[in-house]
């Protein structure tokens, strides 16, 4: 089934600490995206890359880094974790524009605590 | 002035009524908007994109454009409770393909 999966559902993790949240898809689509959503602030743009080889920054980049080595992955890493980025982080993709309807189709989504 | 602006909420109708659900943007060379379903601890779902001014229907849904006043609605006719959810406007606001979403507008149908 064609989609966005994105590992993992859920972390608990300590400030100071490395992670990386992974994101696969298998719709080819050349651009993907993360965001981070917040009570009362809607979905942010952190990073996003509109194909293999290159990304940009989003409206909130700071502390996280991205990379895309691939079509299908877009992984989000943190360097060292602070509580403020305790969010739920989702990743999207979607066709360029000129490319069809450019639809952003969003993963499940992963919820991280950093304590 | 944020860039794309919901009201939070809730609007509370009762089934079986139309939900008017609206949203306003600030830039004027907008080109593409999308109305997103999150159910509460769910990822957004697209319900419809709309491009060009006046209305495009998908089954009970209709968005609206109208690009001179800025604003883009989202009518849900015949409200089943299973539409309460939180309602997102995205709107992509120039030739790049990066969306700005507004905080959503929480929606609960009554049976």
């Known amino acids: 089934i064609a989609g966005i999966t994105q590992a993992p559902t859920s972390q608990i993790l300590a400030a100071g600490r490395r992670m990386t949240l992974r994101c696969t898809q298998d719709m080819r689509h050349n651009a993907m995206y993360w965001y981070r959503q917040d009570l009362g602030l809607g979905l942010r743009l952190i990073h996003y890359?509109?194909?293999?080889?290159?990304?940009g920054k989003g409206e909130v980049p700071d502390g996280y880094s991205v990379s895309r080595a691939n079509t299908d992955d877009f992984p989000l890493t943190l360097a060292s974790a602070v509580p403020s980025q305790t969010s739920v982080y989702f990743c999207?993709?979607?066709?360029?524009?000129?490319?069809?309807?450019?639809?952003?189709?969003f993963g499940p989504g992963t919820r991280l605590t950093v304590l | 002035q944020k860039e794309v602006e919901q009201n939070s909420g809730p609007l509370s109708v009762p089934e079986g009524a139309i939900a008017s659900l609206n949203c306003t943007y600030s830039d004027r060379g907008s080109q593409s908007f999308f109305w997103y379903r999150q159910y509460s601890g769910k990822s957004p779902e697209l319900i419809m994109s709309?491009?060009?001014?006046g209305d495009k229907e998908d089954g009970r849904f209709t968005a609206q454009l109208n690009k001179a006043s800025q604003y883009v609605s989202l009518l849900i006719r015949d409200s089943q409770p299973s539409d309460s959810a939180t309602y997102l406007c995205a709107v992509r606001m120039d030739s790049s393909y990066k969306l700005i979403f507004g905080s959503g507008t929480r929606l609960l149908v009554r049976p």
């Open positions: 999207a993709s979607s066709t360029l524009p000129g490319q069809g309807d450019n639809e952003q189709f």
């Open positions: 890359s509109n194909t293999a080889g290159t990304t």
């Open positions: 709309i491009y060009s001014n």
